[in-house]
């Protein structure tokens, strides 16, 4: 209540410009905050760049973006290409350089950082069935998840999304409801549905996983009982236990990043939490940012098909710098030559360069 009686009272006030009705969350010193400003650009810039490159790699490629597993990946990247600017140039804005919107505003800007998580986590579930479904029914896993229905699905979740994430924006503020302690004019009863929310995505998560695992290590079995000799579907077992490895590692990744700042969450429902441990909680809620910075690496590392779509974008830009190049050095020689040879050469070359990446 008293938060959402100092933003207004700050939003009517024009004339006193040194009063800050957040002041009570800013509470990073000098210190702390070039070091948030410091991590925050570099996370964010390298987790917006590498999540930018998957995103183009799979867009890119006709045979990526018709795979439903791989639409799943793309929207990863995508959440979290959105999550890496927004978070870091609202958490730098907010916590260094004291920022203050009006009422609208801050809570647009906090409800798109909620929703750009939010849908990370919900396209790791997406991605986690995918695994499930190819894993256990791989006759029908064509027929059960296609192209369609990944799209269909990817649309529920990001709708679902923005629409848990924006209720604050729609009115669900801390008035008359206690303010949270975490977050400005977000009120308690909200911020434990926005919990109880993700704890549901990450059940889903694990439940989903369990089986994917277990299926996983039965086909490992499979391949050492098997090594000497080639079986139908051999090579089918190695890709599914390659990718189950994979968004396993994902997935831990994805609890050690988000774990401290959850916990903390909870914690600040049921106990008055200090300055100090609002300062951990800005420093753990950059594990999220973290999170969004290793995910694409994994992929690069993990992803066959990502690398050979990344070694033939790169072939292909060096093709056509060297053409750059040789259309330089001969220049000089231009004038010995008609334009209409001049201009047949500049289109072949440009034909050679195969589809943009």
């Keep these: 209540m008293e938060g959402c009686q100092a933003m207004e009272a700050a939003n009517s006030s024009e004339g006193d410009v040194d009063f800050n009705p957040m002041k009570d969350y800013m509470v990073l010193s000098r210190a702390q905050q070039i070091a948030v400003a410091v ?165 889903g998560i694990i439940y989903t996983y369990g089986h994917v695992l277990w299926k996983a290590h ?44 959850l916990v903390l969450m909870g914690h600040s429902l049921v106990s008055t939490l200090s300055d100090q441990v609002k300062k951990v909680f800005a420093f753990c809620s950059m594990l999220c940012l973290l999170n969004s910075m290793v995910n694409p690496v994994i992929y690069a590392l993990r992803s066959a098909e990502i690398r050979s779509s990344a070694r033939h974008c790169l072939g292909t830009w060096k093709k056509y710098v060297q053409g750059l190049g040789s259309e330089g050095k001969e220049e000089g020689l231009r004038s010995s030559i008609t334009e209409t040879e001049a201009d047949i050469r500049t289109t072949t070359g440009l034909d050679t360069r195969g589809p943009s990446c």
């Design 39 to 203: 991590l925050c650009t570099l996370l964010g810039l390298l987790s917006a760049v590498e999540n930018a490159a998957v995103l183009c790699l799979i867009l890119s490629s006709h045979r990526l973006r018709r795979k439903p597993s791989y639409l799943f990946i793309g929207s990863l990247a995508g959440a979290d290409f959105l999550a890496s600017v927004i978070f870091a140039c609202n958490f730098v804005n907010f916590h260094v350089f004291h920022g203050v919107d009006s009422k609208a505003v801050f809570l647009l800007k906090i409800g798109s950082v909620t929703m750009t998580f939010t849908a990370s986590v919900g396209s790791l579930l997406l991605t986690a069935v995918d695994r499930y479904l190819c894993l256990c029914y791989p006759p029908m896993y064509k027929a059960l998840l296609t192209r369609g229905r990944a799209l269909m699905a990817l649309g529920i979740m990001w709708a679902l999304s923005a629409l848990v994430s924006y209720l604050p924006l729609m009115g669900w503020t801390c008035c008359p409801s206690p303010c949270s302690e975490l977050f400005p004019l977000i009120p308690n009863d909200y911020l434990l549905g926005w919990l109880i929310f993700i704890a549901t995505l990450f059940s």
């Design 218 to 261: 039965q086909h490992a079995a499979n391949l050492a009982e098997h090594h000497n000799r080639q079986v139908p579907g051999m090579s089918r077992m190695r890709l599914d236990v390659r990718l189950a490895k994979t968004l396993g590692l994902v997935l831990a990744v994805l609890f050690v990043c988000w774990f401290p700042a």
